[in-house]
């Protein structure tokens, strides 16, 4: 059974930061993406972040370019964003999605081409 689990989420200051992880498992084919995704309330959710998994080539969008860095550690099947610089409209639900169709070249923040999800990890950031 395919699972995305994420950590990492919690309260913090603006200006502070925050890990966010998703351990991925369960799959039985190859992902080519996986992304980064955030909600807040009475909002549509929105890409922040997608990498590569073959190439390790990163995608952020404008808002968080320069303040979020996506990774992955492929040996623990885990990818990270590292969040600095936080601002209350960083406020949010954080998704970890992946997709085993597209690359992430094609489209990375494109919700409907992401066919799992985790349940999302809360990060609320104070001023």
């Known amino acids: 059974q395919v699972q995305l689990v994420e950590s990492g989420g919690g309260p913090v200051q603006a200006g502070g930061s925050l890990r966010l992880s998703c351990a991925a498992s369960?799959?039985?084919?190859?992902?080519?993406?996986m992304g980064w995704f955030r909600q807040a309330p009475g909002k549509e959710r929105e890409g922040v972040a997608a990498?590569?998994?073959?190439?390790?080539?990163?995608y952020y969008h404008d808002s968080v370019q320069g303040r979020f860095t996506i990774s992955q550690d492929r040996l623990k099947d885990t990818v990270y964003l590292q969040m600095n610089s936080l601002q209350p409209e960083d406020t949010a639900l954080y998704y970890c999605?992946?997709?085993?169709?597209?690359?992430?070249?094609?489209?990375?923040?494109?919700?409907?081409?992401?066919?799992?999800w985790g349940q999302g990890t809360q990060v609320t950031v104070s001023s």
């Open positions: 369960g799959f039985t084919s190859n992902r080519n993406c």
């Open positions: 990498i590569s998994t073959r190439t390790g080539t990163p």
């Open positions: 999605a992946a997709r085993t169709g597209d690359r992430c070249l094609e489209g990375p923040f494109e919700k409907a081409k992401y066919n799992y």
